[in-house]
Structures are given as structure tokens and as C-alpha cells.
């Protein structure tokens, strides 16, 4: 069964960091790209970071450039978020996802979802 | 950026209606423009994908279409388990944006 699990998320301070995982089965993880999508409480979806199938290639949402580092490990089948500075804006449930087609690159539908994790940042 | 609107941004319906959701974006994405459906506490769901394109296992009374900057969702027989959050997405440039969502609820 293809899969995607998210996992460390939580309540942070805010100047915080957390890292979040994922981790994929089923597939051929390397043959996808990656992506993290937010969802903020009572808001629509955000996407927020991507990275290609061989990890080469990563790409960020202007609202997290710079504080955000997206990275993957192709022998654990597992691509992460690496958060810090992290403000009251970021409190969102995050999602990962997987590319639809298996291009390699991110440009192509969001085929496979995780149920996300909750990240709270508050202090 | 591209950004994507969409409208209505909530509608009430009744089972067995048929829906049609349309989204506009600011640029043309050609024909990248996928359309997911959200549940609280669910994972989204991939429904379109390539503006008219039917995801693997979806229903087939869900269906895509439009070019250039126009684009709609159509569900064309209401079901139970189809009230949720419908989102249209441009995946041809980065940014990737999402439309703010289509609420259909119970009438």
C-alpha cells in the first residue's frame, strides 16, 4: 500500500525549531518529489516547501525561506522539514505529500497525502 | 505569483444535486491545475489532476474542465460523503498556490 506518515509535531515557544519527518512506503521513493503543505486553523491550504526525487533540487514559499530547510534520505525512505524561528504564523497542521506521476520533479499534482501533524507554536 | 480565486466560496445542496465549482487564476497555468477535496481530520484527497484528468479511484460523477485562466469542478450527482472543502491548485509555477476553498455543505 503506498503511504505517507507524518510525524514530530507538537507545541513549540516561539524562536523555536522542529523537525518534522515523513515517512514514505509502497513506492519507489526516489523516483518522486516531495512536497509540505500547511493548513492553518480555519484557513485554506499552503504550500510551503518541495524537494526533487534525488534530493538535487528545493524550492520554498516566500513566508518560510530562509527559516525552513526541506531534505530527504533516500535509504530510509524518509524526507524532512527542518523548522526554526518559528512564529505564531506557522501554527498549522502539516501535511506531506507525494507527486502524483514520478517525474522526479515537483511539477505535477499532490497524488499521495499523509493525515498530517499539528505543530502549535505559542508561548 | 499566480494567484487563484474561487467561487462560490460555500454552497448548500442537497443529495443527488449536481455542483459545479469554478476557479479562476491570475495567469494562465495551462492545463496544470489539479482540484482536491479536504475533510477535518482526514487527508486531502486528489480528485483532478491536468485540468480534466480523473485520479485513480475517484468516482466518476466527479469531473474537470476549462483552459486558459477558467476552470470547473462538477459533481454531477451529489453524494453523502461528498459534503467537505473543495481546492483548486496551479502546479505549472513556484510558487504552487491553492484557491482560499469551496464549502459544501447540507441544504
Known amino acids: 500500500e503506498v503511504q505517507v506518515v507524518e510525524s514530530g509535531g507538537g507545541l513549540v515557544q516561539p524562536g523555536g525549531s522542529l523537525r518534522l519527518s515523513c515517512a514514505a512506503s509502497?513506492?519507489?521513493?526516489?523516483?518522486?518529489?516531495m512536497s509540505w503543505v500547511r493548513q492553518a486553523p480555519g484557513k485554506g491550504l499552503e504550500w510551503v516547501s518541495a524537494i526533487t526525487g534525488n534530493g538535487g533540487d528545493t524550492y520554498y514559499a516566500d513566508s518560510v525561506k530562509g527559516r525552513f530547510t526541506i531534505s530527504r534520505d533516500n535509504s530510509k525512505t524518509t524526507f524532512y522539514l527542518q523548522m526554526n524561528s518559528l512564529e505564531a504564523e506557522d501554527t498549522a497542521v502539516y501535511y506531506c505529500a507525494r507527486d502524483r506521476g514520478g517525474g522526479g520533479q515537483p511539477y505535477d499534482a499532490f497524488g499521495v497525502w499523509g493525515q498530517g501533524t499539528m505543530v502549535t507554536v505559542s508561548s | 505569483d499566480i494567484q487563484m480565486t474561487q467561487s462560490p466560496s460555500s454552497l448548500s445542496a442537497s443529495v443527488g444535486d449536481r455542483v459545479t465549482i469554478t476557479c479562476r487564476a491570475s495567469q494562465s497555468p495551462y492545463n496544470n491545475l489539479n482540484w482536491y477535496q479536504l475533510k477535518p481530520g482526514k487527508a486531502p484527497k486528489l480528485l483532478i489532476y491536468a485540468a480534466s484528468s480523473l485520479h485513480t479511484g475517484v468516482p466518476s460523477r466527479f469531473s474537470g474542465s476549462g483552459s486558459g485562466t477558467y476552470f470547473t469542478l462538477t459533481i454531477s450527482s451529489l453524494q453523502p460523503e461528498d459534503f467537505a472543502t473543495y481546492y483548486c491548485q496551479q502546479s505549472y509555477t513556484l510558487p504552487f498556490t491553492f484557491g482560499p476553498g469551496t464549502k459544501v455543505d447540507v441544504k
Open positions: 509502497g513506492f519507489t521513493f526516489s523516483s518522486y518529489a
